[in-house]
């Protein structure tokens, strides 16, 4: 009995101190949902459109587009090709291929951007020989052997429209503070299957709500690695790109943020770009961003805690770098009601307050942050929203279970590896998530 009872009083405790986590989580993303309603309903001056700097075509500033690859030769030349129809003047516009592919990638590569540099355009092949750094460690040897001012990164997968930096960089140079502007996400492969339509919708909310709520409201908001340009100036004063984190993105943002740098979000034009359609790919591409979060967590937590930022601002900060805390306290949720009502012999009456307050807040927030992106861009009819909806929330709780344990280790030291996504031509090729 004394065993009995204090396991479960170990597994009731572990149960609400998860659910109090899953509240506090989830009580910023309702305040993002209700900055997102006064966004769509509130005064006009509100939706006011960012000011653009007037620049004269001679007076248009250098831009290095930074394209890393690892292994990726079947989207290689895509990627090469939209950077070079990229609307900017020739000699102005010029293109880093970071790769540090192990297979037969360079020799694709080489062939093609020495045919292009041919022809006069600005672009050269950047090999290096280890991959020290990973991802981070290939962009900053880039910006080694360039003076351009403004740095645009794409990863591989990603095909901006031909205007795309005539519509951003005027953005950003007509706000001397703004280190850099992301521009929102689509994703072309989003109706390939179920698991792709759950993604799509996640990550809808997660640019239309959640980046455009957070730049709207003047939180802290992150840089998402791909789509955006960067003033030189600004990585320069962060300390340049590190890789301390397998999330070198949002290490940059912070840091960034904490040099005296903010960011611009711009929703269009957005950006068409991949997401995983198998669910190992899956695994692994949460479990880089969620154990990357608790690197910078570690390593910059105390930093934002301890500069003279008002307390709001370090809050937002703060619910930045923890919301993936949701994963692991998602899965210590589950395996612990799991485990308090076999404890109880199959008694689940003690806990439906708690689960019902949960589940309120789950359907608040998971049509709070989807609903309002899928109407918004057209995605399709509802019934295909109710259908893929009610698949997000089973898709959170597997990945929370999948990738729990990895975050857990890294909250205690351990250090993870960085592995990039597999892409393929198909999935490039497909038309964009419209039903």
Known sequence: ????????????????????????????FLALIGIKVYDLLGPPHWRNHLPRA???????????????????????????????????????????????STDDTPILIAGVVADLAARGVKIIHVRRED??????????????????????????????????????????????????VQSRCEFANYRTNWLTRVQGMML???????????????????????????????????????????????????????AGWHGLFVMEPAIPGLVPERIDHWRVQQRRWSTGFVQ?????????????????????????????????????????????????TGNAMPYVPLL???????????????????VTLKRGPLWRYIATVLLVPPAMVFISLSNAPAIVKTMFGANESFKRTPKSAKAVGESSGRD
Request: aromatic fraction near 10%.
């Open 1 to 28: 009995m004394i065993v009995h009872r204090l396991l479960l009083g170990f597994f009731e405790t572990c149960l609400y101190v998860s659910s109090i986590g899953l509240i506090a989580v989830g009580s910023g």
């Open 54 to 100: 007037f620049l004269p075509e001679l007076d248009l500033p250098d831009v290095l587009v930074q394209i890393p690859l690892f292994n990726e030769n079947e989207v290689a030349l895509g990627a090469i090709q939209s950077a070079v129809a990229l609307n900017w003047p020739r000699d102005k516009l010029h293109i880093q291929m970071l790769d540090d």
């Open 131 to 180: 991959r020290t750094g990973f991802k981070a460690g290939a962009l900053e040897a880039g910006l080694r052997i360039s003076n351009a001012p403004l740095i645009a990164l794409l990863d591989i997968d990603f095909r901006p429209p031909p205007h795309w930096l005539r519509d951003v960089v005027p953005i950003l140079i007509a706000d001397p503070d703004a280190g850099f």
């Open 204 to 258: 809808d909310a997660h640019f239309v709500v959640e980046q455009a709520g957070r730049f709207r409201g003047g939180w802290l908001f992150q840089f998402n690695g791909t789509g955006g340009v960067w003033r030189r100036t600004a990585i320069a004063e962060a300390g340049g790109w590190s890789a301390d984190s397998i999330s070198e993105d949002l290490d940059l943002t912070v840091r960034v943020a904490l």
């Open 296 to 344: 910078v967590a570690r390593k910059l937590l105390g930093k934002i805690w301890s500069v003279p930022w008002s307390l709001g601002f370090k809050l937002s900060a703060s619910f930045l770098i923890f919301v993936q805390a949701f994963y692991p306290c998602a899965a210590i949720a589950s395996v612990s009601l799991v485990a308090c009502i076999l404890l109880r």
């Open 356 to 374: 019902s307050l949960i589940g309120v807040l789950i359907v608040i927030i998971a049509v709070g942050l989807t609903l309002v992106p899928y």
